[in-house]
């Protein structure tokens, strides 16, 4: 008679490769649930099994889900973000918190920066007109990234490396956070919209929540002005997409590349039929590098807490 499967039985709410999906299986039990309707019913059915969740940062983890799992003893996110998390519920509980910071910040740096350019020198449009035949109906005078004026919303560990990246084109660096961090060879600047004013790109990279909901308005798109452009990376949330459309629309800025929408995966028709924005759906931290950086800590941190050891990278308190 084959022995009972004692493993700790995870309940996944997450994108994962196949391969990073049977690494975690080498050490654990798990339960895929990738829609909100599939983890409750698998949490009403079996939900004394389970002891762990793994989610990607914007997956709704709310009490609701959690008072249904009696034996849950953590709740890993396998990204920087954990937004999604009911983080009051959940401490409540004494839930072990972790996340994976660091693992994708490479990836998530290069994408701003592609989108940067892709949106200045209007690649997907030229493209696009090339395979048409269109050579020269539109070889108009595109901008350079080199010694333009770049703000950065979030000064932490991928907006440091997307500050060095923009320093090899000699752009000029400012940046805010909730505080002036010591040390940073960049200018610090108090407000956002100050921020927005003062530069010729914004690169948004702030997390999700309530304190950064629609961070970026209408007044910050205004002060960036007709020639400016916004890249967001973020969390789609903390910019305004009515006010954002709006700006583009009215010649507000000039145009943004977004790889997050507060919407997203649903956006508006209205959004897509621009020309000034280069979209892309949310793959910014994806890379093959990235995921099997961000498995091997998400693994980490699981083994540690179910073997009685510290946490790698707890959420902080």
Request: charged fraction near 20%.
């Amino acid at each position: 008679m084959p022995l009972a499967d004692t493993r700790p039985v995870l309940l996944i709410a997450a994108d994962m490769t196949p391969a990073n999906y049977a690494r975690l299986e080498e050490h654990f039990t798990c339960l895929s649930a990738r829609t909100e309707d599939e983890r409750f019913a698998i949490a009403r059915s079996r939900g004394a099994e389970i002891d762990g969740i793994v989610m990607n940062g914007n997956i709704a983890i709310p009490s609701s889900l959690i008072d249904l799992l009696p034996n849950l003893s953590i709740i890993s996110a396998q990204g920087v973000g954990y937004e999604g998390i009911d983080l009051p519920a959940a401490r409540a509980r004494n839930l072990a918190l972790s996340h994976g910071p660091g693992t994708n910040a490479d990836t998530v740096a290069d994408h701003a920066l592609a989108l940067m350019l892709a949106v200045l020198r209007e690649i997907p449009n030229n493209d696009a007109l090339v395979r048409e035949g269109r050579w020269r109906d539109f070889r108009v005078l595109h901008p350079m990234a080199t010694g333009k004026k770049v703000g950065i919303l979030g000064m932490g560990d991928i907006g440091s490396r997307i500050a060095k990246r923009c320093a090899g084109f000699d752009m000029d660096i400012a940046y805010h956070n909730r505080r002036e961090k010591p040390g940073t060879p960049y200018r610090y600047v108090p407000s956002v919209e100050q921020l927005a004013a003062e530069v010729d790109v914004l690169i948004d990279v702030l997390p999700g929540g309530a304190a950064t909901r629609h961070i970026v308005n209408a007044g910050v798109l205004a002060a960036l002005g007709p020639q400016g452009i916004l890249v967001n990376v973020g969390r789609g949330v903390t910019v305004d997409t009515e006010a954002l459309m709006d700006a583009l629309d009215s010649g507000t800025i000039l145009g943004a590349g977004l790889d997050v929408v507060e919407s997203e995966p649903n956006l508006p028709a209205r959004l897509k039929a621009m020309r000034n924005v280069v979209l892309t759906p949310h793959i910014g931290g994806l890379s093959p590098e990235a995921t099997l950086s961000a498995n091997r800590l998400l693994i980490a941190n699981l083994r540690a807490h179910f073997e009685g050891r510290p946490l790698e990278t707890p959420i902080p308190a």
